[in-house]
Antibody, heavy 122, light 107 residues
Framework: EVQLVQSGAVVKKPGESLRISCKAS????????IGWVRQMPGRGLEWMGM????????RYSPSFQGQVTISADLSITTTYLQWTALEASDTAIFYC???????????????WGQGSLVIVSS | DVQMTQSPSSLSASVGDRVTITCRAS??????LGWYQQKPGKVPERLIY???TLQSGVPSRFSGSRSGTEFTLTISSLQPEDSAIYYC?????????FGQGTKVEIK
């Protein structure tokens, strides 16, 4: 069974750093892209970027390029989303989701994590 | 980047009504589009992929179609449990994009 299990809710202060995680199981982690999606309070879904854990390819939306870092650790089948200096505007739910197989036609995101709530407040 | 223009932003309809939601792509994305349903406080779920393929387990009252760069999600007979926000997602290009979402309410 494919599962994406995300880290729990966190409350941070502006300027602090943060890394949230998404642990995958039930499939070959190295062969599928994993994406990250932001949902600000009361707002829609925003595609942030995605990573191919089996290679070096990472894609970022222009809206998030330079604002966050996406990475992965193959050995523990985990993907990360990281900030070096949080702002109050980073308050949101962040979802990871499984995307395309490398080199094959894509069908969008098929499996989603449960979401990680990040609250940034002084 | 491909822009996805979704309309309407919200609608209210009665049980049994036929409901249509549209996404228009700013360029050709072939059939590389999916539709997602998100209920309050829940994780988004895929309803349709490749513009018209129904996700396993999704009720047959949901359908998708494509005409050029315009994509349509149709609920043939609206049910109370269909109250949700619906999003399109294009995955044709190197960078993917969501539509802005359509909130469907039951009268």
């Amino acid at each position: 069974e494919v599962q994406l299990v995300q880290s729990g809710a966190v409350v941070k202060k502006p300027g602090e750093s943060l890394r949230i995680s998404c642990k995958a199981s039930g499939y070959n982690f190295a062969t599928y892209f994993i994406g990250w999606v932001r949902q600000m309070p009361g707002r829609g879904l925003e595609w942030m970027g995605m990573i191919y854990p089996g290679g070096s390819e990472i894609r970022y939306s222009p809206s998030f390029q330079g604002q966050v870092t996406i990475s992965a650790d193959l050995s523990i089948t985990t993907t990360y989303l990281q900030w070096t200096a949080l702002e109050a505007s980073d308050t949101a739910i962040f979802y990871c989701a499984r995307g395309a197989i490398w080199g094959a036609p894509s069908f969008g995101f098929d499996y989603w994590g449960q979401g990680s709530l990040v609250i940034v407040s002084s | 980047d491909v822009q996805m223009t979704q309309s309407p932003s919200s609608l209210s309809a009665s049980v049994g009504d036929r409901v249509t939601i549209t996404c228009r792509a700013s360029q050709d994305i072939s059939h590389d589009l999916g539709w997602y349903q998100q209920k309050p406080g829940k994780v988004p779920e895929r309803l349709i992929y490749t513009a018209s393929t129904l996700q396993s387990g999704v009720p047959s009252r949901f359908s998708g179609s494509r005409s050029g760069t315009e994509f349509t999600l149709t609920i043939s007979s609206l049910q109370p449990e269909d109250s949700a926000i619906y999003y399109c997602l294009q995955y044709k290009t190197y960078l993917w994009t969501f539509g802005q979402g359509t909130k469907v309410e039951i009268k």
